[in-house]
């Protein structure tokens, strides 16, 4: 059975990368961050949703509060409320966080024998994030396969995005058909220490139109 990293946040997109994963035979390592995010309720989401995956699960500590610059790792910057109107990228963006998380992801695929990558952006419901597009990720990946000594030795890595054209409806659908439980998961932005979701920020919003325009009862607590 091939290895495969799997970047797992607990949260609905992460979750059903991981279960597709498991689905195409896959024997998974989900990697997690402690990153200095607002909360633990999604590593503690992450935890248990690998166990039921049987996925051999990873949290990889990363201070990224020590740079700031963005609403998940500096509590004095508030997490704002979802704004249709806006067009800027929020303050909830993390400055390169998925290059980071991408490239120790690499590092633990080398390590582990891994030639495959799972990541769960969307360039459809997303708030507009530019580590998230298609033509980011296929830079990573020519970038990866010169860096590497698994590339060199000819076992080339493959970064994976299959929800990268879908919307969250079509994620959710997708999840269902793989059963998935999303009450297990956490993708709110402020979540409280019980994992109860806020409902207004961008991540809550996108999850909750998502179920909406799925027909698929929203199993998310809420504040």
Do not use: W
């Not at 998925?98 to 633990?108: D, E, M, Q, V, W």
């Not at 998935?180 to 220490?193: E, F, G, H, K």
């Amino acid at each position: 059975m091939a290895n495969a990293v799997v970047l797992f946040s607990g949260g609905l997109d992460s979750t059903t990368c991981l279960a597709l994963a498991k689905d195409k035979g896959f024997d998974c390592h989900a990697l997690s961050f402690n990153y200095s995010q607002r909360h633990a309720s999604e590593l503690k989401a992450a935890q248990a949703i690998a166990a039921r995956h049987d996925a051999k699960h990873h949290i990889f500590p990363l201070d990224l509060g020590l740079f700031g610059g963005s609403a998940l790792t500096d509590n004095a910057v508030a997490v704002p409320d979802y704004d249709a109107e806006s067009n800027d990228i929020p303050i909830t963006y993390v400055p390169a966080r998925n290059t980071i998380f991408l490239s120790l992801a690499l590092a633990l695929a080398e390590v582990v024998d891994a030639q495959d990558i799972f990541l769960g952006v969307s360039a459809v419901d997303y708030s507009g994030y530019p580590d998230c597009r298609p033509e980011y990720i296929e830079a990573f990946t020519n970038m990866a396969n010169l860096a590497t000594k698994s590339a060199i030795d000819g076992h080339p890595v493959k970064i994976h995005t299959p929800l990268v054209h879908l919307n969250k409806a079509e994620t959710i659908r997708l999840g269902m058909g793989l059963g998935i439980d999303y009450a297990q998961t956490v993708s709110c932005y402020q979540a409280d220490v019980q994992g109860r979701a806020c409902g207004a920020c961008d991540s809550c919003f996108l999850r909750k139109k998502g179920f909406s325009e799925a027909n698929v009862a929203d199993p998310t607590v809420y504040i």
